[in-house]
């Protein structure tokens, strides 16, 4: 049992007696609390013959204990585990574990085939990092409102438009570095308390020493411990549901409930190390990403003929000659209205892009650095150059519910892109819709994604273009995409 790969199996002659099962503490390791317990075959003995080693045996009872499976990993390790038995045959979701299995033939004229299990002790999964996040409900907005100024005062115009723009996003994480809060916790329960982890320290003080001196007035404290943190975890959970639900706005916040929901329930909200397989392995991190990588260039990449491009490139410079000279103010330099309007659409918790800025150090910029950033956008309208970090963008490959995590066509990329560029797009598509509306170049059928019109609207008029048919006894016909 010394190989790197431990396996379950069984040995004939040598019947292993019951595994302790859920219970008070025991001599076998075994607890009313524990999920596991530690069974011996023979009697121990201070020597390394693996003839009279005793073989140690583990009763596993893997459902769910997603949350525990490092800890379980280094038990196997500390108590020179030799078998185990899993009572899950599914329990490598994430491969916590390194696992393989393999069908033996049938023992004693059994009817039924053993499974061989191998767990690689010495495997170890990539760790999540865990990204910090600006904390902004602690952020100091009047305090890096006036760094912004401060930082952006020697900006000046430049013909390199990647240049000012890249002192401009230096100058903003810099302020931001100095007023807002930044960190992550893992495991992170918006109800935890100080109180509530004094009292989880003391069960598991009390576990402990219940395990290693295992007797009656031990096993009641450990109760009594329990019983203590189960009651205010219980109360602190109650008490955070309720503070939350009165705060929400179910008609805006569904987001934030399900969040909420998601974390009183001890459910992982984080995303998990994706593992993906190629050439019957399963791999992650850096490999996984150039698979999904070539999958996505694979579907995206759209074969288009030259003819093609060509009747495109003649159809725009027909539509150019016969409109003529653009409508005066289209290409005029940006206002600061402009500017302040499209900072008001922004929405403050939306994930930043590649340069790390994010929509909430935009919203709180100060006066002069809204005038900065104002001629980063003219300058970049006027000779038409675009910073190269606003092309960029970081992809972001999402579960499709359903299928089969180890392929990559089972995940659909989302890009961030540049905060900053997006508000600068949010400003075209101001002028853009405006002229379109003005010059009623868009038909009145369309009714998504425009101002006051829904498209709720389309549905009633089919209704009643439907009704309208039944009472004239008329025969319509509908094309629905």
């Keep these: 049992m010394s190989s790197h790969y431990l396996s379950y199996f069984a040995q004939a002659g040598r019947a292993p007696g019951p595994l302790p ?72 979701p994430d491969r916590r ?3 393989r299995g393999t069908v033996l033939d049938p023992l004693g004229g059994s009817d039924h085939r053993p499974v061989k299990l191998s767990i690689n002790l010495h495997f170890k999964p990539p760790e999540s990092k865990t990204v910090p996040r600006w904390n902004y409900k602690k952020a100091n907005w009047e305090k890096y409102m006036g760094l912004t100024d401060k930082y952006t005062k020697s900006l000046k115009e430049d013909s390199n438009i990647d ?75 109650r008490n955070s549901w309720i503070k939350r639900t009165e705060e929400l706005n179910l008609d805006r916040d569904g987001h934030k409930l399900w969040k909420l929901t998601k974390a009183l329930n001890n459910e992982d909200i984080r995303s998990p190390v994706i593992g993906l397989e ?26 288009v003929t030259k003819q ?28 600061l209205e402009e500017l302040e309007n499209a900072l008001k659409a922004l929405t403050d918790t939306k994930a930043p892009g590649p340069d790390k800025v994010t929509p909430a150090m935009l919203t709180h910029l100060g006066d002069k650095a809204k005038c900065k950033l104002l001629n980063i956008f003219n300058n970049s309208w006027k000779s038409g150059k675009i910073p190269q970090i606003w092309k960029k963008a970081s992809m972001v490959p999402i579960y499709k519910k359903g299928k089969d995590k180890k392929q990559a066509s089972s995940y659909r990329p989302i890009s961030l892109t540049s905060s900053v560029g997006k508000l600068m797009e949010r400003m075209i598509n101001a002028r853009l819709t405006w002229y379109l509306e003005r010059n009623q170049l868009i038909c009145q059928e369309q009714a998504g994604f425009r101002p006051y019109y829904s498209t709720e609207d389309h549905v009633t008029y089919i209704a009643q273009y439907i009704e309208d048919g039944f009472q004239e006894k008329k025969t319509y016909t509908s094309c629905l995409g």
Aim: with cysteine; aromatic share 4%; proline share 5%.
């Design 278 to 303: 190629h050439e019957q392995k399963l791999v992650s991190g850096k490999q996984a990403a150039d698979i999904l990588v070539d999958n996505y260039e694979q579907v995206s990449n759209i074969n």
């Design 163 to 237: 240049r000012v723009n890249g002192k401009l996003n230096k100058a903003l994480l810099k302020a931001a570095a100095e007023t807002i809060p930044r960190g992550a916790r893992k495991n992170y329960k918006p109800y935890w308390t100080e109180e509530l982890q004094a009292l989880e320290d003391e069960v598991t003080s009390t576990r402990q020493i219940a395990e290693e001196s295992p007797n009656e007035q031990n096993n009641i404290s450990l109760k009594a411990a329990t019983a203590r943190y189960r009651r205010n975890y219980r109360q602190a959970a």
């Design 97 to 99: 574990f390194n696992i």
């Design 308 to 335: 093609r491009k060509a009747e495109v490139l003649s159809q725009m410079q027909t539509t150019t000659q016969k409109e003529g000279p653009p409508e005066r103010g289209m290409n005029q330099p940006f206002l």
């Design 21 to 92: 099962r859920r219970g008070p503490p025991s001599a076998t390791g075994g607890h009313r609390t524990s999920i596991c317990g530690v069974g011996y075959l023979g009697q121990r003995a201070n020597t390394t013959d693996h003839k009279t080693k005793p073989v140690n045996i583990i009763q596993w009872n893997a459902e769910g204990i997603s949350t525990k499976k490092i800890p379980l990993t280094e038990r196997l390790r500390k108590e020179d585990i030799d078998v185990a038995c899993i009572q899950e045959t599914h329990l490598n």
